[in-house]
């Protein structure tokens, strides 16, 4: 009975080892079958029998355009207002009312605030009462002058009485003089007690509440009035481009767009007015004002934006993307891929980067595919699989297509199947236990 149990203990031993070592081998043919990728094969995909060095490099590429260029100069600048005005008292007195609203727009010649009139209106009134008597003496001693010239003929009087009466005349007159201006000095603080604004634009924060007392000496005024349309750019540039700007400003205005400081909003267009009369040594640079239109207050007094100078256009230039054009010790060269889909280096002459455009003056024709991305991985004479730099469905296919002829799995993605799995099973026919 014990050989029975022993013989049973050990062929269930050797059925479990057995069903162990088949799906050990059944698992190691899956992760074969799983590298070589879903339907690959011996002899299939478009780098198979072709040795490893001559695998094409996959790359992006574009084509030389020929298109109208414009030569923008891009500098640093602030907004800032083209009239700024602190609106002052030039009289003192009590602020009776204020008629402005903090922020609203004002024109010129409103009435904004209101200095106690009284005052002045007395110093008015007693100028003109001085005027009116001065005026009254002045026509009795002319009276008096025309009798004494009458009775001087008949001899009756001396000469020096004549002579004292006009005398009184001429001091007279000139006393009425002195007492219009009084009268018109009246006037005028009468008129400064009413502050208007000078200028359109827009006023700040207010600085004094009405029934203050408000002088001429003070050193801050009642508000600020800034006006806002339209409004100055001042930005700078290198001085080495200051000759092509003042030779292009004297044949003609420069279009001027402002942006937002990141460059991604434009906020405005206008024109070059000036170009300022010195160089700032420190930092080598010039100062040029542009000034803009702007109805919707975009822009804003001490705003920090970008401006871009529009130069010229180049017409019918040659273009490449700036990401084509290589350094290298004999100047600079890109990679030009030919009709057998091999790339050769060639030299080129670069006038100009216009952003993500380099303008070539010599080096390419119109037509020809230069390679704009995965230079590292080239040398002259290797064979390139190209996919257009110009996004869409198109490319995005390409390169799925690309994928799937080179063998390669996604690092992402549905896994190839691998089939079922043995389970391993003890056989039916030997008991897992020896009956007793």
Same mark, same amino acid.
């Given at each position: 009975?014990?050989?029975?149990?022993?013989i049973?203990?050990?062929?269930?031993v050797?059925?479990?080892?057995?069903?162990?070592?088949?799906?050990?081998?059944?698992?190691?043919?899956?992760?074969?079958?799983?590298?070589?990728?879903?339907?690959?094969?011996?002899g299939?995909?478009?780098a198979?029998g072709r040795?490893a060095?001559?695998?094409?490099?996959?790359v992006?590429?574009?084509?030389v355009?020929?298109? /109208?260029?414009?030569?923008?100069?891009?500098? *640093?600048?602030? !907004? +800032?207002?083209?009239?700024? =005005?602190?609106?002052?008292?030039? %009289?003192?007195?009590?602020?009776?009312?204020?008629?402005?609203?903090?922020?609203?727009?004002?024109?010129?010649?409103?009435?904004?605030?209101?200095?106690d009139?009284?005052?002045?209106?007395?110093?008015?009134d007693?100028?003109?009462?001085?005027?009116?008597?001065?005026?009254?003496?002045?026509?009795?001693?002319?009276?008096?002058?025309?009798?004494?010239?009458?009775?001087?003929?008949?001899?009756?009087?001396?000469?020096q009485?004549?002579?004292?009466q006009?005398?009184?005349?001429?001091?007279?007159?000139?006393?009425?003089?002195?007492?219009?201006?009084q009268?018109?000095?009246?006037?005028?603080?009468? /008129?400064?007690?009413?502050?208007?604004?000078? *200028?359109?634009? !827009? +006023?700040?924060?207010?600085? =004094?509440?009405?029934?203050?007392? %408000?002088?001429?000496?003070?050193?801050?005024?009642?508000?600020?009035?800034?006006q806002?349309d339209?409004?100055?750019?001042?930005f700078?540039?290198?001085?080495?481009?200051?000759?092509?700007v003042?030779?292009?400003?004297?044949?003609?205005?420069?279009?001027v767009?402002?942006?937002?400081?990141?460059?991604?909003?434009?906020?405005?267009?206008?024109?070059?007015?000036?170009?300022d009369?010195?160089?700032?040594?420190t930092t080598?640079?010039?100062?040029?004002?542009?000034?803009?239109?702007?109805?919707?207050?975009?822009?804003?007094?001490?705003?920090?934006?970008?401006?871009?100078?529009?130069l010229?256009?180049?017409?019918?230039a040659?273009?490449v993307?700036?990401?084509t !054009?290589?350094?290298?010790?004999q100047?600079?060269?890109?990679?030009?891929?030919g009709?057998?889909?091999?790339?050769?280096?060639r030299?080129?002459?670069?006038?100009?980067?216009?952003?993500?455009?380099?303008?070539?003056?010599s080096?390419?024709?119109?037509?020809?595919?230069?390679?704009?991305?995965?230079?590292a991985?080239?040398r002259?004479?290797?064979?390139?699989?190209?996919?257009?730099?110009?996004?869409?469905?198109?490319?995005?296919?390409?390169?799925?297509?690309?994928r799937?002829?080179?063998?390669?799995?996604?690092?992402?993605?549905p896994?190839p199947?691998?089939?079922?799995?043995?389970?391993p099973?003890?056989p039916?026919?030997?008991?897992?236990?020896?009956?007793?």
């Amino acid at each position: 009975m014990s050989k029975i149990v022993i013989i049973s203990a050990v062929v269930a031993v050797v059925a479990v080892v057995a069903a162990l070592a088949g799906r050990w081998a059944w698992s190691g043919r899956s992760r074969v079958k799983g590298a070589e990728g879903p339907g690959s094969s011996a002899g299939s995909g478009p780098a198979a029998g072709r040795p490893a060095g001559e695998r094409p490099v996959s790359v992006l590429s574009a084509q030389v355009a020929i298109r /109208d260029v414009p030569i923008r100069l891009e500098g *640093i600048g602030s !907004v +800032t207002a083209l009239k700024t =005005v602190i609106l002052k008292s030039q %009289v003192d007195g009590r602020l009776d009312r204020v008629f402005f609203e903090e922020g609203k727009a004002v024109h010129k010649g409103e009435l904004l605030a209101q200095i106690d009139p009284r005052p002045f209106a007395i110093m008015r009134d007693q100028a003109a009462a001085a005027l009116a008597r001065d005026r009254a003496t002045l026509r009795s001693a002319t009276l008096n002058l025309e009798r004494y010239v009458n009775v001087r003929k008949q001899n009756l009087i001396a000469q020096q009485q004549v002579d004292d009466q006009r005398a009184m005349v001429e001091q007279l007159q000139a006393t009425i003089q002195s007492d219009q201006a009084q009268l018109e000095q009246a006037n005028l603080q009468l /008129d400064y007690a009413r502050i208007k604004a000078p *200028i359109d634009g !827009v +006023t700040g924060v207010r600085l =004094v509440d009405p029934g203050n007392i %408000v002088h001429a000496s003070d050193p801050t005024g009642i508000v600020m009035l800034t006006q806002l349309d339209p409004i100055a750019v001042l930005f700078s540039l290198p001085q080495d481009d200051l000759p092509r700007v003042a030779t292009r400003m004297a044949e003609d205005s420069l279009s001027v767009e402002v942006l937002s400081r990141d460059g991604q909003l434009p906020l405005g267009t206008g024109s070059l007015a000036l170009i300022d009369n010195q160089i700032n040594q420190t930092t080598a640079s010039i100062r040029l004002k542009a000034i803009l239109a702007n109805p919707g207050r975009t822009l804003w007094p001490n705003q920090f934006v970008k401006a871009r100078l529009l130069l010229s256009v180049r017409k019918g230039a040659l273009v490449v993307p700036a990401a084509t !054009v290589q350094r290298g010790p004999q100047g600079t060269f890109v990679y030009v891929i030919g009709a057998d889909q091999k790339v050769a280096v060639r030299p080129i002459k670069v006038d100009t980067i216009e952003g993500e455009a380099a303008v070539v003056s010599s080096g390419l024709r119109a037509g020809e595919k230069v390679v704009v991305e995965g230079q590292a991985q080239l040398r002259p004479g290797a064979r390139v699989e190209a996919r257009s730099s110009e996004p869409g469905p198109r490319g995005e296919h390409a390169e799925g297509a690309h994928r799937a002829s080179s063998g390669t799995r996604p690092e992402h993605g549905p896994q190839p199947e691998r089939g079922p799995r043995p389970e391993p099973s003890t056989p039916s026919s030997i008991p897992a236990k020896a009956p007793p």
